[in-house]
């Protein structure tokens, strides 16, 4: 018995060795989106505040945990009208729901580098599971010596899944704001 616990204790040691962690570097990194206005054109925008981590195994990032969160009330469309309805709780609510959570449930290569990210996403007090693309841009010492990784991550979501649901009809009938949200993120990530 004694023997096994001893094993036991040098596997769980070496497996925890193993793992490596990594945090968000959040000044090589943006969180952008999309989304279509009046059906003729798209207004951008981004989230200024966000973090989040990766914990892997391996140096190519097979089924690594990832976690991420945005501050929703750094949302920036670069109109100040426009952020403050966004923020309201006509969209996002940010008074009663002011984070995006992200937790990965797993994360695998396709190609070279080239991943699929599958997870839970939760935004206004509901979570759906998403599906993302992922480019792995590599991994790079910088010049003070630390170990950084970048990623392009892509993908939509509905808003309407997650009851970010205002909207009003042009005179057209085509619908002021559009359903689909287009989500390009670029992370850079240092090893801890």
Known sequence: MKKVITVLAIVFSLLSQAQTSWVVDPSHSKVNFS???????????TFKEFGGDITSNSDDFSNADIQFKIDVNSINTDNAQRDAHLKSEDFF????????????????????????????????????????????????????????????????????????????????????????????????????
Do not use: C, M, Q
């Open 35 to 45: 989304v279509s206005h009046l059906v003729i054109s798209e207004v951008d925008g």
């Open 93 to 192: 609510h940010v008074e009663k729901y002011p984070e995006i959570t992200f937790k990965s449930t797993s994360f695998k290569k396709k190609k070279d580098n080239i991943y699929i990210l599958k997870g839970n996403l939760t935004l206004r007090g509901v979570t759906k599971k998403v599906t993302l693309n992922v480019k792995h841009g590599g991994i790079a010492k910088d010049g003070y010596g630390n170990t950084k990784a970048g990623f392009i991550i892509t993908g939509d979501i509905n808003r309407i899944d997650y009851g970010v649901a205002w909207n009003a009809k042009t005179e057209h009938g085509g619908l002021t704001v559009g359903e689909k949200v287009n989500l390009v993120v670029k992370l850079e990530f240092v090893k801890k």
